[in-house]
């Protein structure tokens, strides 16, 4: 096994920004009659902007009211809310263990990319401070397939000039996990064991994100 490359999700594993997304959702939802609470809210994580729009309309039955012009002026209105409440993430907000992590990987020579979903990614990294992190950040406007498609992680093997075999893919939902397991790369989630099952390696918390470990890890779980 050669590891090159480790190449980020953004929301739920470097900073969690599903709360921001649920707020601005939830008044954009309620604004069509439509009531979302935080366990639909899960259903959101990894999905594109498009298409969480999508699931809240087929939630309230409103999937057929709406021309595609009507969902682009929702869908931006959700993301004037977003980016008014994400004005306030700073360093502080990094999930535990993140800074090390990253910073070990960079001094250890690892190429970095980050295959978000979110079209507010680097806006969020330069907030967060760690956008010098990494070698590149997808452009999700240029992405046209979302995850679970593997497009996005794909993209970023690419970009840093590694074949997709020798990337490690780091997610927190189950389409984000499958799209690097499509991408034929190791997959390790951090989150809950039953929701990310597929991954080669699931770890509980960021603060496990320990690059020895992972390695170790990775090694024992492909010689099984
Ligand atoms: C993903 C989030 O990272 O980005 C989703 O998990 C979100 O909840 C998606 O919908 C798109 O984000 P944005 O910022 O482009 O609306
Ligand atoms: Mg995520």
């Known amino acids: 096994m050669k ?36 366990e639909f809210n899960e259903t959101l994580k990894g999905i594109s902007r498009i298409d969480s729009l999508e699931r809240i309309l087929i939630l309230g039955g409103r999937q057929n009211d709406f021309t595609p012009t009507e969902k682009e002026i929702i869908a931006n209105k959700k993301n004037d809310a977003y980016v008014e409440l994400i004005k306030k993430i700073s360093p502080a907000d990094l999930l535990p263990g993140v800074e090390d992590f990253l910073r070990s990987i960079a001094d250890a020579g690892y190429k970095i990319a980050m295959a978000s979903a979110s079209k507010n990614a680097m806006a969020v990294s330069k907030l967060l401070g ?58 390790v989630g951090v989150g809950d064991k039953d929701i990310l099952s597929k991954a080669h390696i699931v770890l509980e918390s960021t603060a496990q994100l ?14 099984k």
């Not at 320990?210 to 010689?223: G, P, R």
Request: proline share 3%; charged share 20%; glycine share 6%.
């Open 130 to 187: 760690i956008d010098h992190y990494f070698h590149h950040i997808v452009d999700a406007a240029t992405v046209a397939q979302s995850k679970p498609h593997p497009e996005v992680f794909l993209k970023a093997a690419d970009a840093v000039g590694v074949a997709p075999e020798n990337c490690i893919g780091i997610e927190d939902a189950a389409a984000g996990v499958d799209a690097i397991l499509s991408a034929g790369m190791y997959a």
């Open 3 to 38: 590891v090159s490359a480790f190449i980020f999700d953004l929301d739920g594993v470097l900073t969690d920004t599903a709360e921001f997304h649920y707020l601005a959702w939830k008044d954009c939802a309620a604004a069509l009659g439509i009531e979302i609470d935080r």
């Open 210 to 223: 320990k690059l020895n470990n992972i390695l170790e890890e990775l090694n024992e779980n492909i010689c």
